[in-house]
């Protein structure tokens, strides 16, 4: 069984950093596009960042210009500057072999355990 390892998060205060890395076991092969989700309490899950094996990328609207995902082979990385409290959430690594870019988080068969990101006002 593949599996994802998160690590990175943390508590933090508002203005600060944190940079979260996913690392996709040997037994994944041929991963194509790589994401990072979030789910806040009593919040649905939403996709933060994906990014394909070619090096596409695309944000949701509330982070861009603030967080910045990539990647090396098969591991992730999102870089998150100017935190806010709105974005203390679980954050969890997602990856998808299909060749197909992913279009919601059904397409995503891959799923870490989720690193906590608490940011402090």
């Known amino acids: 069984q593949g599996q994802l390892v998160e690590s990175g998060g943390g508590l933090v205060q508002a203005g600060g950093s944190l940079r979260l890395s996913c690392a996709a076991s040997?037994?994944?092969?041929?991963?194509?596009?790589m994401g990072w989700y979030r789910q806040a309490p009593g919040k649905q899950r939403e996709l933060v960042a994906a990014?394909?094996?070619?090096?596409r990328t695309n944000y949701a609207d509330s982070v861009k210009g603030r967080f910045t995902i990539s990647r090396e082979k098969n591991t992730a990385y999102l870089q998150m500057n100017n935190l806010k409290p709105e974005d203390t959430a679980i954050f969890y690594c997602?990856?998808?072999?299909?060749?197909?870019?992913?279009?919601?988080?059904?397409?995503?068969?891959?799923w870490g355990q989720g690193t906590q990101v608490t940011v402090s006002s």
């Open positions: 040997g037994s994944i092969l041929s991963i194509n596009a």
């Open positions: 997602a990856a998808s072999t299909e060749p197909l870019v992913p279009k919601d988080s059904e397409d995503y068969a891959y």
């Open positions: 990014i394909t094996s070619g090096g």
